[in-house]
């Protein structure tokens, strides 16, 4: 056992962060960063939640046996509903599900159209960065609009990250451009064809209505966030006993995306039983589809 890394003592202990990202999409780690900060936090079990890509599982697999850290493969998958955003995990998808990735190809392509729209938009009020220059911040094959805030930060043609969000790429924004996608209710079909549980991310971060997180069970979903940085005190139990009334699995992590930010791997102390129910009622849904 390494220095610094604790131990799991029981079955049931320890704990779980099941929304983690690396240079994979929009984070500043490369998996094996993640994996020895994971371990170092105390975490028993991870999964790593790149944007629209499953890459990371292959290259985490081993690594993470190695060190005793359990890793489920995980993706967040972002849906469009009437212009907005809608993030949904995925948990435990075949990676080499074809329908699966022939979709996550088609979102890179499309993710590569909307940066270049963007850019367009910057250029047009006077910002000199180029595409070329924002690709060399994504050391995936998913670009998005952090590395395009990364780009501004590093031109200095804004002060901070959130400063490029709040000014110019966020929604309705001056350079804003809507996404496009599958819808809600297409993704959880794809991530259950792939032999997956579909989780509703972040709803309150989201700013998603009650009715409409009620039309997302009726869809399909199995689980909703409810450990959270965002959703804490009477906000996170608001999302608990939503969880339990529409009879969710409530999951949730960090959603750590660098190192030295607020939100570190295990902020949360998920409890390790969640990755339980999660499995159950994977194991579950399995034999009632086949």
């Not at 890394?5 to 960063?33: C, M, P, Q, R, W």
């Not at 046996?65 to 993030?87: N, Y």
């Not at 009650?210 to 906000?235: L, S, T």
Request: charged letters at 25%; a neutral charge; glycine letters at 10%.
């Amino acid at each position: 056992m390494q220095k610094g890394f604790s131990t799991i003592i029981t079955e049931n202990g320890g704990y779980a962060d099941l929304h983690l990202h690396t240079k994979l999409s929009d984070g500043t780690l490369d998996v094996e960063e993640v994996l020895t900060l994971s371990k170092r936090k105390g975490l028993r079990c991870i999964s790593i939640t790149d944007h629209d890509n499953l890459d990371s599982y292959n290259l985490a697999a081993e690594p993470a046996k190695a060190i005793g850290l359990e890793i489920i493969p995980g993706i967040e998958i972002s849906s469009v509903w009437q212009g907005k955003d809608i993030h949904i995990l995925g948990y435990y998808c075949d990676p080499t599900n074809l329908a699966l990735n022939m979709e996550l190809q088609d979102f890179a392509k499309q993710r590569v159209t909307r940066a270049k729209a963007i850019i367009k938009k910057l250029n047009a009020l006077g910002i000199d960065i180029t595409f070329e220059k924002v690709l060399s911040y994504c050391k995936g094959k998913v670009i998005g609009r952090p590395h395009i805030a990364m780009s501004l930060v590093a031109e200095e043609y804004i002060g901070s990250f959130s400063e490029a969000f709040t000014k110019y790429l966020g929604d309705g924004c001056i350079a804003f451009v809507e996404k496009k996608g599958l819808n809600p209710q297409q993704t959880i079909r794809l991530i259950e064809n792939a032999g997956g549980i579909a989780v509703l991310a972040h709803p309150y971060k989201s700013g998603l209505s009650d009715e409409f997180i009620e039309q997302m069970v009726e869809w399909g979903v199995q689980g909703m966030e409810v450990y959270c940085p965002a959703q804490k005190g009477a906000v996170g139990r608001k999302y608990k006993e939503m969880a339990q009334r529409f009879g969710l699995v409530g999951t949730g992590g960090s959603d750590f995306h660098t190192e030295g930010s607020t939100y570190a791997p295990n902020c949360m102390k998920m409890p390790y039983t969640v990755v339980q129910a999660l499995r159950e009622r994977r194991e579950k849904l399995r034999a009632e589809w086949y």
